[in-house]
């Protein structure tokens, strides 16, 4: 006897409930497009494209990728001595790298830091998330690039996290985890668009900081 599609889908679900994690231990571009892992077809191109992608780390990137975290969402006029002096407070760094726009040189509002000790990551990962720099709410997290195997940059359709209103929402990361397979349709669709609407309440500007800037 042949298993209908729906059958198929049941036994999916009930794998995916089984073997959840709420974070990606591999990078997949169709996983990761989806809100609880369980996609099996993209939803937009960008996963397509994602999918289609060769990607090898910077070979020129130096440093411990265990030691390193990933800041972002900072304010594109602080200072390298700011995130320094702060970042500081969770143990003896080794390298900070601020990304800078190659043309012109302006801050592109994320950075990397490199403890001596891993410890060091460890405390930044477990303290510093979503602190205040500078009126502005950061976000910290692993580097991926070099420590999370089949990884996809941002500009390739990967990424984690994302804004919604663009469409092109990754999960499985610290931002936004895989939400828990639920096995009733409808009642997993209302379920995830509550959870998606409190998401995006705490996302909302908490200061108005420096905004003639």
């Known amino acids: ?80 001595d700011t995130i320094m002096e702060e970042f500081s407070k969770y143990g003896r760094i080794r390298r900070f790298r601020l990304v800078r726009d190659i043309v012109t040189g302006h801050s592109k509002g994320y950075a990397f830091v490199e403890y001596e000790k891993k410890d060091g990551a460890n405390q930044a990962y477990n303290h510093a998330n979503n602190m205040f720099i500078d009126g502005r ?43 828990k397979p639920l096995p009733v349709p409808s009642m997993k669709r209302r379920v995830l668009e509550e959870e998606d609407k409190r998401y995006e309440e705490r996302r909302k500007p908490e200061s108005n900081y420096r905004k003639q800037y």
Not at 58 to 64: A, E, L, Q, S, Y
Not at 156 to 165: A, I, N, P, Q, V
Not at 168 to 178: E, I
């Open 1 to 80: 006897m042949v298993a209908t599609l729906e059958q198929h889908g049941k036994v999916a679900i009930k794998f995916a409930i089984m073997n959840w994690s709420p974070y990606a231990q591999i990078y997949d571009p169709l996983k990761v497009g989806s809100i609880d892992g369980t996609d099996s077809d993209p939803h937009d191109r960008a996963v397509i494209r994602a999918l289609n992608s060769e990607y090898e780390p910077d070979k020129n990137v130096k440093g411990k990728p265990d030691h390193t975290i990933f800041i972002t969402r900072l304010y594109r006029q602080t200072k390298e």
């Open 137 to 179: 709410r950061i976000f910290v997290d692993f580097e991926c690039e070099r420590t999370l195997p089949g990884w996809r940059p941002r500009r390739l359709g990967g990424g984690f996290g994302g804004k919604k209103e663009s469409g092109q929402l990754r999960f499985g990361g610290r931002d936004r985890p895989f939400r």
